[in-house]
């Protein structure tokens, strides 16, 4: 009996410990995470920007023909700003 109750003890003590992440450098002496961060910061404004101006595009278009349907050009628009959307959102789940 006493060593089912020591079993789950000895079992904590013999796993290895834990290692430090490890710091990834760039040549340059950068930490590559904060330039990576950099990089999806600069990614995402462009992306951004780009949405805003497809979906300006789309509201004068609906704006103009004053009906509820959408042409296939501004269906197209809607797509790609859900793409760029995924792909900011994805940007950003990953830190």
């Not at 079993?7 to 904060?34: H, I, M, W, Y």
């Amino acid at each position: 009996m006493t060593r089912r109750r020591f079993a789950p003890v000895f079992c904590l003590l013999t796993q290895p410990p834990e290692t430090p992440p490890s710091d990834d450098r760039l040549p340059n002496g950068k930490r590559r995470s904060e330039e990576l961060i950099k990089a999806d910061y600069k990614d995402n404004l462009r992306d951004l920007d780009e949405m805003k101006k497809q979906i300006e595009e789309v509201r004068t278009d609906i704006e103009k023909n004053e009906g509820h349907v959408l042409s296939l050009a501004n269906l197209k628009k809607l797509e790609q700003v859900e793409k760029l959307s995924q792909r900011i959102r994805s940007r950003m789940k990953r830190f």
